[in-house]
């Protein structure tokens, strides 16, 4: 096994390039096992399009001028695809990462039946993806390959970062950034935002940029919408005056980088594991100013979404969990119709959840382990979180690109920290892939393994499937070079 230098993801943000195979995390962080913490889970190769068929569509052009290298990034051309592009391909790809607490019982989750279009139904709990269902592939059967040490939080770790969470129930954290970071890192910094996060329940959303490095979402729809579309924001053709003060702004950033990049010499490990934490924050401002600057992308679907309510009071002392996931739901839609984000994780409740659901009569991690079977009220309450799913997937379908939709050209993962929830069992995870990516993932079909196959598969082409050159991902029992070759396109 190659052992390769830790990369200054500074230095590796700037150059533009993944360098390949895992990063140790500084600081002195160590897994279950002894092992020091990586800082991902995901090797990359230069940036080629997939199934190496030329330059990237992140290529660059690369000159000298007054004795310094200069880059010129390239527009989207056809070579980078390999092939010649379709009119929709002009359009954005969109990721995200759609998730919810306390897993399912596979039983009644689960299809009976595999195959593609009419070969398959929805099961009952499924049954509001009905008018989805050709444009949604439902993945069963696949194992998290991490040691559940952790219930909950192992399933949810392995899964989305392809390495083990550390720690226990009350002190723990992921070994490195999760999917929905990693996806941002490379398409989504040309946005005004990189990344969304969301939380219905909570602002404790399971999105992190590495180690004890979480994403906290927003769980207002009024302060998501002002985030959004407040007065800095601007419809295509929309005439807006730009802030005067933006310019002064990114001088003093631009200023204040040339110190911190000097102060990086000599700084030692743990701090220069802080700064380069802080440092991300610091770009990402930068990004979004300069992007404040710039004329808003043409897209045609682009509208300033209706103003959602201030307040969502409780019904029957229960979260209004419906109208309030629309909210949100309905301002995270017109977000990628505008370009604000190419990349979400919309969190409808967190690991161990006792959120109270309509009529039932107990908080949803309780019942999970104390309704006797067949649980009808656990099944009651996993039919309206799909409700909500359907809900968005819907919105999102109902807007046009092109000869598509925006769904067209969204690559969604639904998913859980485990499966059956009574035991906390990992091996036959809930995955809900939607849309299709722009055509690279293969949309309609029901796909089950019968040996519990490693789930990481289905991230790596996930991953790939976002144009970007993936050589591996996971490490150990989670690593796979291979995807999941009957969902790719």
């Known amino acids: 096994m190659s052992v390769h230098k830790p990369l200054n993801r500074w230095q590796s943000r700037f150059s533009r390039f993944w360098q390949p195979g895992p990063l140790v995390a500084p600081g002195g962080l160590v897994d279950p096992r002894g092992r020091p913490l990586r800082r991902r889970a995901l090797s990359l190769d230069a940036p080629t399009a997939p199934g190496g068929r030329g330059p990237s569509r992140r290529g660059v052009l690369r000159g000298l001028l007054g004795g310094g290298v200069v880059t010129l990034s390239l527009p989207w051309l056809e070579i980078f695809a390999g092939k010649v592009a379709h009119a929709d391909s002009l359009y954005p790809v969109r990721f995200g990462v759609w998730f919810w607490g306390n897993g399912n019982r596979p039983d009644q989750f689960v299809p009976e039946a595999e195959g593609e279009g009419d070969e398959w139904e929805l099961s009952e709990e499924l049954a509001p993806l009905i008018n989805v269902k050709d444009k949604i592939t439902v993945v069963s059967g696949y194992a998290v390959k991490v040691p559940n040490y952790i219930p909950h939080w192992s399933g949810a770790g392995g899964l989305l970062t392809g390495l083990d969470a550390v720690g226990d129930d009350d002190d723990w954290t992921v070994s490195g950034p999760t999917i929905d970071q990693m996806v941002a890192d490379e398409i989504g910094t040309t946005t005004i935002y990189k990344s969304i996060e969301v939380g219905l329940e909570t602002d404790d959303v399971f999105s992190f940029t590495g180690p004890n490095a979480r994403n906290p979402g927003e769980s207002d729809p009024f302060t998501l919408y002002e985030r959004i579309f407040g007065e800095t924001f601007r419809e295509p053709g929309e005439e807006g005056e730009v802030d005067p003060s933006l310019g002064y702004r990114r001088s003093v950033l631009d200023a204040v980088m040339d110190d ?71 301002v995270m839609a017109m977000a990628m119709a505008c370009d604000q984000t190419r990349v979400f994780h919309f969190q409808i409740s967190k690991p161990v959840s006792n959120l109270m659901f309509p009529d039932s009569s107990d908080g949803h991690h309780n019942l999970t382990h104390d309704e006797p079977s067949p649980q009808p009220e656990v099944h009651e309450i996993t039919v309206h979180i799909m409700e909500q799913l359907a809900y968005f997937l819907e919105k999102l379908d109902s807007i046009p690109e092109g000869e598509g939709t925006l769904l067209d050209n969204c690559c969604i993962m639904g998913t859980s920290e485990h499966g059956e929830a009574r035991t906390h069992d990992i091996r036959d995870v809930p995955i809900i892939l939607a849309g299709s990516g722009g055509g690279a993932i293969k949309p309609g079909m029901h796909v089950r393994s019968h040996t519990e196959g490693n789930a990481g598969k289905v991230t790596l082409s996930l991953i790939r499937a976002m144009g970007i050159n993936a050589t591996s991902w996971g490490d150990e029992d989670t690593y796979t070079e291979d995807g999941l070759s009957d969902i790719e396109a």
């Open 260 to 330: 911190i990049q000097a102060l990086q010499g000599v700084l030692g490990s743990a701090d220069q594991a802080r700064l380069e934490a802080h440092l991300d924050g610091v770009r990402d401002l930068e990004t979004r100013l300069a992007r404040l600057e710039e004329d808003p992308p043409d897209l045609e679907s682009c509208a300033r979404p209706d103003e959602p309510a201030a307040d969502y009071p409780d019904v029957d002392g229960r979260p209004d969990i419906t109208n309030r996931a629309a909210a949100l739901h309905d």
